[in-house]
Every structure is written in C-alpha cells, then in structure tokens.
C-alpha cells in the first residue's frame, strides 16, 4: 500500500520568505496527489491535485506544486509566504478509492 | 459547493457512554469516510463506504462501528466511548476522482 512522508513537522517561517513543504509517497506507477490545507478553526480544504499531465501544479492563494516522478516527491511552494499562510499542511496519494494522508506540516508565518 | 455537515462541533461524553456522530453531504457523492485527526498522526482513517449499506474498515476500525441507510448520510458509532478515543473527527466524500471533501470536523472529549 501507498504512504506519504511529510519530514517537515513544523516550519517557522518569515513573511515574505519562500516556502518549500516536502512530500513523498512510497511507489510509483500512475498517481494521483493532493495538498490540503488547515486553517486555524476551519475545515480541510484542497489547495492543489495533480492527476496527469503538466508537473507543475497552480493551486490556490498562490500556491504551487511539483511533481518528480524520478524522486517520489509532490513538494508544495510559495514564492512569498504571508502571516494567513499560517495553518497546517497535508499532502495524500490516491490509492484505490481512498486516500492516504501525511503527518502534516505545521506551517507558522511570523509579520 | 459542496457541503458536508457534521452533527456537533464539540461533544462531552463519559467513558462507557455510546456515542453517534452524524455526517451528512449534498452533493450525491458515492463514497464517504471517517477520519479521526491528532496531533502529529495526521488524518487515520477509521471506516468508509462506497455505497448505501456498505462499509469498509479503514486503518483503526477498533472500538467504532458505522451505519450508512442512506447515500447521503454516514454514522459513527463508539460503542462505549473510551478516553483514548478523544480527539478531532472529520468526516468527508468524494466521488471516484479521489478528491475528497471535508466537513468541519467534531471535537470528542470522554472524559
């Protein structure tokens, strides 16, 4: 079965800093990935999902997402991250009809 | 949009009570799942079900049951609520893309 490896637990970050959050799932063959993000109080909502097709992935509020089937990874950017970037991070894999989630990223955005 | 609703935000139970937790989602989606969430776990899912009537154990099916009479709406059940299984419970759905959607979550205290 697929697994998901998120290695960044927590990330403190400067506004205006660029923002990686690393993903990488167990193995390949066809894939399909995601990006959900938590806002403080709010629910899970998708930032960005990549099915086919172009690797660099344009999601939400700015974000973006590469997929590099040669290293297993779908790392989450931003170029400049802002203070409401603030929030906790998820990447899944699709494997059959559910979806395999990450630990997730603690992402903190200081002014 | 889609929406998916849960029944409480915050719920207070003692240990042995049982417990429902209701989902409900409008967008005639297939699937649904149940997903509890604790800090530096990420998202473990507990059941899902691909149809009416159907179910299927997802990762920590222990100590919970589920119902699903209708399409629309899928329950979870603790029999007899423990203290362990205190924390963060979202339910979602999806259709056979994968992409699932989130409800707001229901925070569990059994005390």
């Known amino acids: ?111 | 949009d889609v929406k998916v609703t849960q029944s409480s935000r915050y719920l207070v139970k003692r240990t042995g009570e049982k417990v429902f937790l209701e989902c409900v989602q409008d967008m005639d989606h297939e699937n649904m799942f149940w997903y509890r969430q604790d800090p530096g776990l990420g998202l473990r899912l507990i059941y899902f079900s691909y149809d009416v009537k159907m179910k299927e154990k997802g990762d920590i099916p222990e100590g919970y049951s589920v119902s699903r009479e209708k399409k629309e709406r899928f329950s979870l059940i603790l029999e007899s609520a423990s203290t362990n299984q205190t924390s963060m419970y979202l339910c979602a759905s999806s259709l056979y893309s994968g992409e699932q959607f989130f409800g707001p979550g229901t925070r569990l205290t059994v005390l």
């Open chain 1, 1 to 111: 079965a697929q697994s998901v490896s998120q290695h960044n637990h927590h990330v403190i970050l400067s506004e205006a800093a660029s923002l990686e959050l690393g993903c990488n799932y167990s193995y390949g063959g066809t894939v399909n990935l995601f990006w959900y993000v938590q806002y403080p109080g709010q629910h899970l909502q998708l930032l960005l999902k990549y099915f086919s097709g172009d690797p660099l992935v344009k999601g939400i509020k700015g974000f973006e997402a590469e997929f590099i089937k040669s290293k297993f990874s779908f790392n989450l950017r931003k170029p400049s991250g802002q203070w409401s970037d603030t929030a906790e991070y998820f990447c899944a894999v699709k494997d059959t009809d559910k979806l395999i989630f990450g630990t997730g990223t603690r992402l903190q955005v200081f002014p």
